[in-house]
C-alpha cells in the first residue's frame, strides 16, 4: 500500500516522458564536460579532466541501468523503458572515454598503445569491459530481441562482468581507494546481490 503511494504517482508521471527526453538529458554531462573545457575549468590537466569525466559518466548509466529493474521489484517505480536508453548511453560514454585515451592521451601515437597497456595494464580491464558491451549495443534493438529469442536476455547477461571489470578498472587506477570507490564498490556488489537472489 505504502510502496504504491510513491511508485504510483511516478509511474504516472513518467509515463508521459518519451524515451528521446532521456537520450537528450543523458548529452548534458557531455556538454557540461565541452562547457568546462572552453571556459577553461575542466583542470589544469584538460586531457585527464576530460578523460576522468567521462569514465565517471559511464559509470554512473552501466551502474544506474543495473538498479532499473530492483527499483521495480522493490518500490515499484517502473522505468524497465528507459534501460535501454540509459545502457546504450553508458556505452555512449564509454566510447568518448576510449577515444579520448587514443585521440587525446595517446595523440593518436599507435606505437604508444601497448607500451601503456604495459605500462598500466588496468586499461585492459577497461578494454576488456568495452569489449563485452559492443555485442550489447548492437543487440539493443527490437530486430535483434526478436530474432535472437531467449539468447537475447543471456547475450545481454554479459552486463554484469562488462561493469564488475568497468569497476576494478576505476578502482585500480586509482592506486590507494577512495571512499568515493569503497561506495561505487558497494553499490555494484549490493546489485549482483539482488540479481542473485532475483530480486
Ligand atoms: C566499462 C568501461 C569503463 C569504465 C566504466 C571506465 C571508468 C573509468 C573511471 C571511472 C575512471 C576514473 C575517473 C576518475 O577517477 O574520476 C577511468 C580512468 C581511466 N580510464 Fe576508464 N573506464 C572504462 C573503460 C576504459 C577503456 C576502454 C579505456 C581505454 C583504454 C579506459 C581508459 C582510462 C584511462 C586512461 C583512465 C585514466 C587513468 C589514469 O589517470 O591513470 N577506460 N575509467
Do not use: C
Amino acid at each position: 500500500m505504502q510502496m504504491n503511494m510513491i511508485s504510483t504517482p511516478v509511474n504516472r508521471a513518467t509515463r508521459h516522458v518519451p524515451t528521446w527526453i532521456v537520450y537528450l538529458a543523458g548529452l548534458i554531462p557531455l556538454v557540461w564536460i565541452v562547457w568546462l573545457v572552453l571556459s577553461g575549468g575542466i583542470g589544469v590537466d584538460p586531457v585527464k579532466g576530460i578523460e576522468h569525466r567521462l569514465g565517471k559518466d559511464a559509470l554512473w548509466f552501466l551502474v544506474g541501468g543495473l538498479a532499473i529493474t530492483p527499483l521495480r521489484r522493490l518500490t515499484g517505480i517502473n522505468l524497465i523503458r528507459y534501460r535501454r536508453a540509459i545502457g546504450l548511453l553508458g556505452f555512449f560514454y564509454v566510447a568518448l572515454h576510449l577515444l579520448a585515451w587514443v585521440v587525446l592521451d595517446m595523440a593518436l601515437l599507435w606505437g604508444q598503445l601497448l607500451p601503456d597497456l604495459y605500462r598500466r595494464p588496468y586499461l585492459l580491464f577497461g578494454i576488456a569491459a568495452f569489449v563485452l558491451l559492443v555485442p550489447l549495443a548492437l543487440t539493443s534493438n527490437k530486430a535483434s530481441i526478436r530474432k535472437l529469442g531467449r539468447n537475447w536476455r543471456r547475450l545481454h547477461m554479459l552486463v554484469y562482468p562488462a561493469v564488475i571489470l568497468g569497476v576494478v578498472h576505476y578502482l585500480w587506477q586509482m592506486k590507494v581507494i577512495t571512499q568515493e570507490g569503497w561506495i561505487w564498490a558497494g553499490v555494484l556488489t549490493l546489485f549482483l546481490v539482488l540479481r542473485l537472489f532475483r530480486v
